[in-house]
């Protein structure tokens, strides 16, 4: 029973978030024809008016996010060519990353150097730990337990450290940037902006959602390794 009740609030930590994100997403993806502009042209009007050197808006199917790599403002097409309050506020926010960028916020910089790092070193200790078994055939000799486990912490521990490099990062271009933006420009109604921050803090949060992700598996491989 109470192990039964113990699952349960674990997938709620771990799945919640995820569902409350896209939930809130869809809650406000409706058009509203009395937008000034889709998102792609608020993000287009954003990078004009804060005179953002170089950045360009284009469409995606990788999910949205601002690549300070290309210097490139991605939506996916929904939010691109929609007047909804969640293409609108999405297209702020990541217009709020290429600010960040612009003012030399280290953050986004440690972040930038981190993730690639952080990619190989989860993919190569994922292949380690899978190919483990067939190392030990192969060299006769079993793999210590602590290598293995090592191995497979690595990679999860940094991507964590990426996900505790992202959370203030991506609060502070929903809030610090994108929500003032947003009703200082008067481009949301006043009776709007509470709908905005939850689609802004929504934003914020689908890092946390995957964050907890890498918790779960993290969980699995350490289960998997304990039964070795």
Not at 203 to 225: E, P, Q
């Amino acid at each position: 029973m109470f192990l039964s009740i113990g699952l349960l609030i674990l997938l709620a930590l771990i799945f919640g978030p995820s569902l409350w994100v896209k939930f809130v997403m869809k809650r406000y993806s409706k058009e509203k024809p009395e937008m000034p502009g889709t998102g792609g042209e608020l993000a287009k009007h954003l990078i004009e008016r804060f005179t953002l050197k170089d950045v360009k808006v284009e469409v995606t199917e990788l999910g949205d996010h601002y690549d300070p790599v290309e210097k490139k403002v991605r939506l996916l097409r929904e939010h691109y060519e929609s007047k909804s309050l969640t293409a609108v506020a999405i297209a702020a926010h990541e217009v709020g990353h290429a600010i960040q960028d612009q003012q030399g916020d280290k953050r986004l910089a440690t972040r930038t150097k981190m993730i690639p790092v952080a990619d190989k070193v989860a993919r190569w200790s994922a292949a380690i730990i899978s190919l483990s078994p067939v190392i030990g055939i192969i060299t006769r000799h079993p793999m210590p337990f602590s290598l293995v486990l090592l191995l497979g912490l690595s990679g999860f521990i940094a991507r964590m450290m990426v996900h505790a490099v992202t959370l203030p990062i991506e609060f502070d271009a929903s809030f610090a940037k994108a929500l003032p933006v947003l009703r200082e420009g008067s481009y949301v109604s006043k009776s709007d902006e509470d709908a905005v921050s939850r689609i802004l803090r929504a934003a914020a949060l689908t890092y946390v959602s995957a964050a907890l992700a890498d918790i779960l598996n993290l969980g699995r491989w350490i289960a998997i390794l304990l039964r070795r």
